[in-house]
């Protein structure tokens, strides 16, 4: 049977951003941004997530939004990640030997925790670094977790020996997922940034948040907001002790050098610690 135009189009596309990511890992392209979250109770700086963008020489700066499912799809998602847990890695090291301490989150793929590698990667990107493994947390999709559930409980407690901490990204309250999650290790849900959205048209949200937030307390969980985008948002998510706040009413991401600036900034114009 023939394909039809649409279906091969897309298939010499797919190829196409294929071999440009190729040339983007041989040529140094990537680089990371890096987002600051707040303290929503306090307001002090909490730490930062890394986020992977490209820079692609016609198109300028991409975010992942463009690229980062053809990179899982051609497996290359695996290089890519290694390679940003090691930037972010030594990133924080710097960070931290000139006396910030806060944490550094990095997002892990599907494919890269389903590798029996992926232990010896985290290993070996704290030690290159000196990283402080309790200030590092790997940010997984809760798909990621919820595959194979056996497999991975297994992997998290071997990387929990390395005395890093784990978050569930784009969490949604009302779900069942709290209850499939609750075999696994974990030390942060990250509320979805679409529900952070409707939080304030919502009496149903806030009381999901705030049922979320009475639970994660019994499980000494902590709670952050994706997604903060005006006070309203924050002023809600602080009445139910949500703990820790991200998004662009607080700050966009930045690359390093911006951070740097961010913090002196910060420190000077809250009075709180770093």
């Not at 897309?10 to 392209?29: G, M, N, V, W, Y």
């Not at 304030?200 to 705030?210: I, K, P, R, Y």
Request: charged share 25%; glycine share 6%; proline share 4%.
């Amino acid at each position: 049977m023939e394909r039809e135009p649409a279906d091969a189009d897309a298939e010499k596309a797919s190829r196409d951003l294929a071999l440009e990511l190729a040339e983007a890992i041989e040529h140094e392209q990537f680089f990371l941004v890096y987002q600051p979250t707040i303290d929503l109770q306090t307001n002090a700086f909490a730490g930062v997530e890394a986020l992977i963008r490209w820079r692609h020489p016609v198109l300028g700066d991409l975010s992942p939004d463009s690229f980062i499912d053809e990179l899982e799809a051609s497996g290359q998602i695996v290089p890519v990640g290694r390679w940003a847990l090691n930037t972010a890695c030594a990133q924080g090291a710097a960070w931290h030997d000139r006396g910030y301490r806060f944490n550094v989150s990095v997002n892990v793929s599907k494919r890269q925790f389903d590798l029996t590698q992926f232990f010896q990667d985290v290993a070996d990107a704290l030690s290159s670094s000196r990283f402080d493994p309790s200030l590092l947390v790997l940010e997984f999709a809760q798909k990621t977790l919820l595959g194979d559930r056996d497999v991975a409980a297994v992997r998290l407690e071997q990387l929990k020996t390395l005395g890093v901490r784990f978050a569930v990204d784009d969490f949604e309250p009302g779900t069942s997922a709290m209850d499939e999650l609750e075999q696994f290790p974990i030390d942060i849900v990250k509320l979805d940034r679409e529900f952070i959205a409707g939080l304030s048209t919502s009496s149903e949200a806030a009381s999901l948040v705030h049922g979320l937030v009475k639970r994660s307390e019994k499980r000494h969980l902590q709670v952050i907001a994706s997604g903060i985008e005006d006070s309203e948002q924050r002023q809600r998510l602080q009445h139910e002790n949500v703990h820790v706040g991200q998004g662009f009413l607080f700050s966009k991401p930045h690359e390093a050098e911006e951070i740097d600036r961010y913090l002196e900034d910060f420190a000077i114009f809250s009075g709180k610690p770093l």
